[in-house]
Nanobody, 128 residues
Framework: QVQLVESGGGSVQAGDSLTLSCTAS????????MGWFRQAPGKERDFVAA????????YYADSVKGRFTVSRDNTKKTLTLQMNSLKPEDTAAYYC?????????????????????WGQGTQVTVSS
């Protein structure tokens, strides 16, 4: 079992930056693939970024490449999403997600079904 707690959301202007953090409880953090997803009202939950377990490969959605940076600290059991040059279309609730230890299948990082544990979400609102 793992509990995920996100923080760092808020309301900003277009072009501003925000840093989201996700803190995990329990052990085995390093053996979990971790991801960020977002969901706008009335829309599906979309993949944003992921860091795979062990080798730490990093993946981004095309919509955030070059603007967002994801990182993980296995010692502190944290996942961070640095968001720069924010746009109004980035407005959404952002969720941290984790897989069951050692269960990640290569290439499945962008599917919500890959992840078994989710945080409660943190709201990001970007105004123009």
């Amino acid at each position: 079992q793992v509990q995920l707690v996100e923080s760092g959301g808020g309301s900003v202007q277009a072009g501003d930056s925000l840093t989201l953090s996700c803190t995990a409880s329990g052990r085995t953090f390093s053996s979990r693939t971790m991801g960020w997803f977002r969901q706008a009202p009335g829309k599906e939950r979309d993949f944003v970024a992921a860091v795979t377990r062990v080798d730490g490969n990093i993946y981004y959605a095309d919509s955030v490449k070059g603007r967002f940076t994801v990182s993980r600290d296995n010692t502190k059991k944290t996942l961070t999403l640095q968001m720069n040059s924010l746009k109004p279309e980035d407005t959404a609730a952002y969720y941290c997600a984790a897989t069951t230890p050692s269960s990640y299948t290569s290439g499945s990082y962008s599917s919500p079904q890959t992840y078994d544990y989710w945080g409660q979400g943190t709201q990001v609102t970007v105004s123009s």
